[in-house]
């Protein structure tokens, strides 16, 4: 396989137009469900076995865990979409995130 910019480019467009955002406003939160099932099907596209595990209590969110191959030589890939917390002024209102909220950190490496 090899790298192709244009095709990374149109995912990455892709990924960072779905809608995700993570509020501790009701109104305007909208969990990360698209964001997963984006991922999981370009890594389906690649082999990958995918696993999306909803957080309880936590509607319309959930983690993924993809893996390829077994044992060494396997590959995990496991992370949250779950974008990190912010505070930002828009008028005269702050506006921010649950403090309890997990950043965005994908983790991947050898399988043992």
């Known amino acids: 396989m090899t790298f192709n910019l ?6 990455l467009a892709a990924l960072v137009a779905q809608p995700s955002i993570s509020s501790a406003i009701p109104e305007w ?10 991922l999981a099907q370009w890594l389906t ?9 909803p957080l309880p209590g936590q509607p319309g969110k959930a983690n993924l865990l ?3 191959g077994s044992g060494p030589g396997g590959l995990v ?5 779950i974008p990190c917390p912010m505070t930002r002024t828009v008028g005269k209102a702050t506006l921010s995130s649950s403090a309890n909220e ?11």
């Open 102 to 112: 997990t950043a965005s950190c994908t983790a991947w490496g050898p399988r043992t």
């Open 66 to 68: 993809a893996t390829r």
């Open 29 to 38: 939160d909208m969990g990360n469900q698209a964001v997963l099932d984006l």
């Open 45 to 53: 596209e690649r082999a990958f076995q995918v696993e999306i595990l």
């Open 6 to 11: 244009g095709r990374y480019t149109e995912q």
């Open 77 to 81: 890939l496991a992370g949250t979409a």
